[in-house]
């Protein structure tokens, strides 16, 4: 069969499809061999490769040997596609889906959907025809559709549901995911709308198209529709999830070159074996078909040259005269003349034997077949017949022998051993294997190589035969007891037929052995890519490898590594940038580490400080004097930081003198005998931070302008002020000197400034604590008077309360024998008649009164009584203050009352009088006066200053 351009095109653009559709397959699965969606896109594009392959070779094919593989993959891999789209569509979008209790449905679903994959290699193996029940019976080449192949019990279920029921099922969570669904990501719901066009643009080829293109067209086109598509969704959705791409970078990365170098190689190696079959077909067919066209023309022109032989025996007259004498010596010449005949004879027109060209007895040939169809008009006869006088199987030609009026006078005939006609023809050699034969009408073996075959007369029972008898002529394949044969048949005018065949098996033997050659080179070539691709990978890949090892010892702490540079292009350069990266680092670090030293060092320090605050504090905490504070945090201080020299000065109260209180050293303590003193602002560092308030540090004492040598400290090299400050005042100056130059910092300023801060607050807090202490001595002074007072005046009336068993209670006044006067700051104590006195005194230590409890002497007190009565005393004492401050409290208030009620009857009336009767009035009943009255001093009384001007105007005296 002859491929026409479009098939031709089909064909090749079939092959390439499983081409690029094997290499994706591939590609997607070394790019992430562990991602379920990778696995599943993988193995689309593997099934897809299969369909489009089995395509090719099915429009290729021109017998039905030639397609069962092609027919089997086809079976088994189209129903895949559309449940494999399903699934992908879903674990692309919503792999969630799949999970949970819903995923025995999807399990269910994809079971029966591909189901037709075990079931085609059931029907293969076993010939169920549950599903697959084979290549057509009259197939003739090309194309065939799956129904003709596929049409077992299942095959219509399947059908429906793989292939016409899927699309559908597939396009309804697309659309749910492309439109209604909410929320949803756009590029998801880009994806989606992707993958529905797949299945729109699949419908419409199947539904639309297919009238208007071919069967194999159509699928073709919906391959690879679904190819690109599916393609570019996973692709798109690979590079949106960034999916973590595991194991080594150098082993993917030669998988990949791999997966797509070795389908390459594969396919080129079978393009060449199925070229080379091609052309080897064509060149044996060719090979066949010359030696059939030799033999034919051979046989004929053979045939030809006997046939005229016998025409001329019938056209001489000696023969015409149908004598036994007369025909006797022309056929004996006859056969003197040709070698091959073995017998030429003449029979009559009964079919007796007239004259022969042997010296046997005449025979009778009535019976032979040549015989009856000359008698019946036949131009001539062959017959292939066991010769009764040559005692073989022989050839005989017979002719009608007719007088001028044409009528049958009988026959002449000659008889050929086959034998001597297989030497005549010369058939040649057709391989180890084939053969070169001739048949007569009646299929009977004229001519063979093998003996066994013309021994007899032997009717061949041969396919070759029943295609030239079914009216086959030229190429043929076919299958005789079990073996492939080749063959070329031909016919000649009188209906003999010749085969040229061999076994296929010999004529693809030397494309078996092209075959395995390719293969070996095959093999050797992807041995060799396989071998150089790891070598340029991993020459490529070592210095990679070398500054991995490099950036990870780096990493580790190794920071004295260095990446070796072992070619001058990117990696290279990148060795090169990475090394001066490391020496850079390195300077760093060791810049680092020194500044890390000093840093360290400082922090030390500024702890030492922080823990010497601290110390100040917990001193703050516990002293309250001034001097002794100042002569902790100076030890402290000195102690903790090894300085020459620390001492504090404090300002006076004019603030023009700063003065020495506490010191260190022994030059200090010189310095403090002599009452050392600097003027505010003035004198050295000192005077001049107590001045401006703010820090000042001398790195070298010698070059700073305002230090003022100390004779008594003559070892000082570097010294530092920081003011004392509470608020915005200076109240004294922290003064430390080192004996080593630039021995402080700007952050020994900062550290020691929170310092001297504590400093400042300890004395204030001191000052203040000694300021409040004695206020709250002068107010418990005044609390004292004040409350004694308040009781003087209450003894007047009353001194106290005695209580009897014998005379029960009774008060005591103040003249009474019984009042008990304990001294000021006395305690407790017993009598000689066990009377025990205890001072009823107030928390501020005012007493005002005792409390005596007395009883016989054959009770003495217990301490525990004693305790008790003591504790008694105290809550007596602080109720009885209570209640004295409360009566004055209500007898003020009243007071207060009454006050205010005179002013709103003086506030009532405008007339003076009026207003000084009736204070008068009121002031005396309420105080019960003897006398009230108001003086009023005039104007011309206050210049003499002694009262003697004054104008007494008055009321009239109260009385009771």
């Keep these: 069969m002859t491929l026409t351009p479009l098939q031709q095109a089909l064909q090749m653009f079939s092959f390439f499809s499983a081409l690029v559709q094997l290499i994706l397959a591939l590609y997607i699965l070394g790019l992430n061999v562990r991602h379920t969606a990778n696995r599943l896109v993988s193995t689309l594009f593997m099934v897809l490769s299969m369909n489009s392959m089995s395509m090719g070779l099915l429009l290729g094919a021109t017998a039905a040997h030639q397609i069962r593989t092609a027919t089997l993959f086809l079976a088994a891999t189209n129903p895949l596609i559309g449940p494999l789209l399903f699934v992908i569509a879903i674990f692309l979008l919503h792999p969630e889906w799949f999970r949970g ?89 880009t994806l989606a709308i992707w993958l529905m066009g797949a299945q ?60 797509i170098a070795l389908p390459i190689l594969v396919s080129v190696v079978l393009l060449l074996i199925n070229q080379a079959r091609a052309l080897l077909e064509q060149t044996e067919f060719r090979r066949l078909e010359a030696i059939n066209r030799s033999l034919v023309v051979h046989t004929d022109s053979w045939l030809n040259f006997n046939i005229g032989a016998l025409e001329q025996l019938t056209e001489d007259s ?158 043929v394949r076919f299958d005789w007891s079990g073996e492939l044969w080749w063959g070329h048949i031909n016919a000649l005018d009188n209906g003999w037929g010749v085969v040229v065949q061999q076994p296929e098996a010999e004529i693809m033997a030397s494309l078996q052995q092209f075959r395995q050659i390719t293969l070996v080179i095959l093999g050797a070539g992807a041995a060799l890519i396989f071998v150089f691709l790891g070598l340029a990978v991993r020459q490529a890949f070592a210095p990679i490898i070398q500054l991995t090892e490099t950036a990870i010892a780096i990493a580790e702490g190794d920071i004295t590594r260095t990446a070796p540079v072992q070619s001058a292009d990117e990696i290279g350069t990148l060795a090169e940038a990475f090394n001066s990266m490391t020496a850079q680092l390195r300077e760093s670090i060791a810049s680092l580490e020194h500044r890390v030293a000093d840093r360290t060092r400082e922090l030390e320090r500024r702890a030492e400080y922080l823990a010497v605050t601290a110390g100040v504090s917990r001193v703050v905490a516990s002293i309250l004097d001034v001097d002794d504070l100042l002569e902790r945090v100076v030890t402290l201080i000195s102690e ?44 050295g560092i000192v005077g001049y931070v107590s001045g401006t308030g703010r820090p000042r540090i001398a790195l070298d004492v010698d070059e700073d302008t305002v230090w003022v040598e100390n004779p008594d400290l003559p070892l000082t090299r570097s010294e530092m002020a920081l003011p004392l400050v509470i608020g915005e005042q200076v109240i004294g100056v922290l003064d430390v000197q080192s004996t080593e130059a630039e021995a402080f910092t700007m952050e020994d ?135 004295r401050l409360f009566e004055e409290t209500r007898s003020r208030a009243a007071r207060d009352r009454l006050v205010g ?56 005296g109260v009385d009771g």
């Design 101 to 189: 209790r819903g995923r025995g449905g999807w399990y269910l679903l994809l079971v029966l959907t591909v189901l037709p994959l075990p079931l085609t290699f059931v029907d293969a193996v076993w010939n169920t025809n549950l599903w697959y029940t084979g290549v057509p019976a009259d197939y003739a080449g090309g194309f065939v559709s799956l129904h003709e192949y596929a049409g077992g019990s299942l095959g219509l279920p399947i059908r429906i549901l793989s292939m016409y029921a899927m699309p559908f099922l597939t396009l309804a969570p697309l659309l749910y995911i492309g439109f209604w669904e909410k929320p949803v990501a756009s590029e998801k719901r």
């Design 200 to 259: 729109v643009g699949a419908l419409v080829i199947q539904f639309g198209l297919w009238p208007v293109l071919s069967a194999e067209a159509a699928i073709m086109a919906t391959n690879t529709v679904f190819a690109v598509l599916y393609g570019y969704v996973a692709f798109r959705q690979m590079l949106s999830e960034r999916r973590l791409q595991r194991g080594s970078l150098r082993v993917r990365l030669t998988a990949l070159m791999l997966s």
């Design 318 to 475: 000696q023969i015409i005269l149908m004598d036994q004498r007369a025909q006797a010596p022309v056929l004996r010449a006859v056969a003197a003349a040709y070698p091959h005949i073995s017998l030429v004879s003449t029979v009559d027109a009964t079919g007796m034997n007239v004259a022969r060209s042997d010296t046997r007895l005449p025979l009778d040939y009535s019976s032979r077949q040549w015989f009856l169809e000359i008698l019946a008009g036949e131009p001539g006869a062959f017959q292939v017949l066991a010769s009764r006088s040559l005692g073989r199987t022989a050839l005989v030609i017979a002719l009608p022998i007719r007088d001028t009026n044409e009528r049958l006078l009988g026959a002449v005939m000659m008889e050929i051993a086959l034998t001597d006609i297989v030497r005549e023809l010369q058939l040649p050699p057709v391989g180890e294997g084939g053969i070169v034969y001739l048949v007569d009408s009646e299929d009977n073996v004229v001519a063979h190589p093998d003996t066994t075959f013309i021994a007899r007369v032997n009717r061949i029972s041969n396919p070759a035969v029943d295609l030239l008898r079914a009216g086959e002529r030229g190429d």
């Design 640 to 683: 903790r930081f090894d300085f020459y020299h620390t001492g504090i000065f404090l300002l006076d109260v004019a603030g023009e003198w700063a003065v020495l209180r506490t010191v260190s050293s022994e030059g200090g303590r010189r310095m403090l005998e002599r009452g050392h003193r600097l003027r505010v602002g003035e004198q």
């Design 749 to 883: 300023v900062t550290t020691l400034q929170i310092l001297a801060d504590q400093i400042a607050v300890a004395i204030q807090n001191a000052r203040l604590f000694r300021e409040s202490q004695q206020s709250l001595r002068e107010m418990q002074r005044a609390y004292g008077r004040q409350v004694r007072e308040g009781w003087e005046r209450r003894i007047l009336t009353q001194v106290g309360y005695q209580y009897t068993p014998a005379g029960g209670g009774r008060s005591l006044a103040p003249d009474s024998a019984h009042a008990v006067r304990i001294p000021e700051g006395a305690g407790h104590r017993v009598l000689e008649d066990n009377t025990l006195l205890v001072p009823l005194r107030l928390v501020g230590g005012v007493s005002f009164g005792a409390l005596r409890l007395r009883r016989d002497l054959a009770h003495p007190w217990l301490s525990q009584e004693i305790d008790f009565v003591v504790k008694a005393a105290q809550d007596i004492a602080q109720a009885l203050e209570v209640a």
């Design 901 to 956: 009620e005179i002013g709103a009857e003086l506030r009532a009336s405008l007339d003076p009088d009026t207003i000084i009767k009736t204070t008068l009035q009121e002031l005396g009943q309420v105080l019960g006066a003897q006398l009230a009255a108001v003086e009023i001093t005039g104007p011309q009384s206050r210049g003499a200053g002694d009262g003697s001007g004054a104008v007494t105007r008055s009321t009239g």
